[in-house]
């Protein structure tokens, strides 16, 4: 979209992303393709911000899908070296998206990121409430809109997935051991969350950085 991305959430501002994969996207490909019209026969994967929304996606649609193969996901919104990046290059209020294309990639994906997870259809240009602000002349993240979106990250919807009744049937996370983006560690800890609260998964590191092992 128009911020650049949307980890596969929705929101009045974004739209209904989540609606659009996992009903509109399985109804079109069942209706055209020769398909097994069953989750047990459906899978969905995606690689670095995709991984993010695969698995996701699974652990909240599991009636949807049964398989989830995330690639290079970050799993933990809170931990995410953008944050680092966003508060050093930050340094003013953007009025219009010529203005925020301006800041770089990185605090375009924090408002991304805060679109879907702390939208505001009230506050134009961008309809979402400011991750930052700049109080005495410095960077600061705004706690609540940080805790919104850290709230919204696949490692907090394990809990989730595991209060209902659906499961998955086969889940594999894949990771770069020299990702210089998403530090391996982040799917290491990922990978023990899952072993703790008894999730059955498959966990492979293998040599590669970002997604680049795919190409």
Not at 17 to 29: K, P, Q, W
Not at 54 to 83: C, H, N, Q
Not at 164 to 176: F, K, S
Request: proline residues 5%; contains cysteine.
């Amino acid at each position: 979209n128009r911020l650049g991305g949307s980890m596969y959430l929705s929101s009045p501002t974004i739209g209904d992303y989540e609606t659009y994969i996992t009903r509109e996207l399985v109804d079109y490909i069942d209706a055209n393709y020769r398909t097994i019209k069953n989750r047990v026969s459906r899978g969905i994967t995606g690689c670095s911000m995709g991984g993010d929304g695969s698995i996701y996606l699974a652990l909240k649609y599991p009636d949807v899908f049964s398989i989830a193969a995330s690639v290079s996901g970050t799993y933990y919104f809170e931990r995410d070296s953008t944050w680092q990046r966003a508060t050093e290059n930050f340094d003013k209020l953007p009025e219009d998206f010529y203005e925020l294309h301006t800041l770089g990639w990185d605090v375009k994906a924090v408002y991304a990121l805060a679109a879907a997870t702390a939208s505001n259809p009230d506050k134009p240009p961008f309809y979402l409430d400011t991750p930052f602000a700049i109080v005495d002349g410095k960077t600061q993240i705004v706690p609540e809109v940080f805790d919104k979106i850290v709230a919204a990250d696949p490692a907090h919807e394990v809990d989730r997935f595991l209060a209902q009744p659906e499961r998955l049937n086969a889940i594999l996370i894949l990771h770069g051991e020299g990702d210089n983006l998403v530090p391996v560690e982040l799917a290491r800890d990922f990978n023990k969350l899952l072993s703790d609260r008894g999730v059955e998964h498959e966990y492979l590191e293998i040599k590669g950085g970002h997604c680049d092992f795919l190409f």
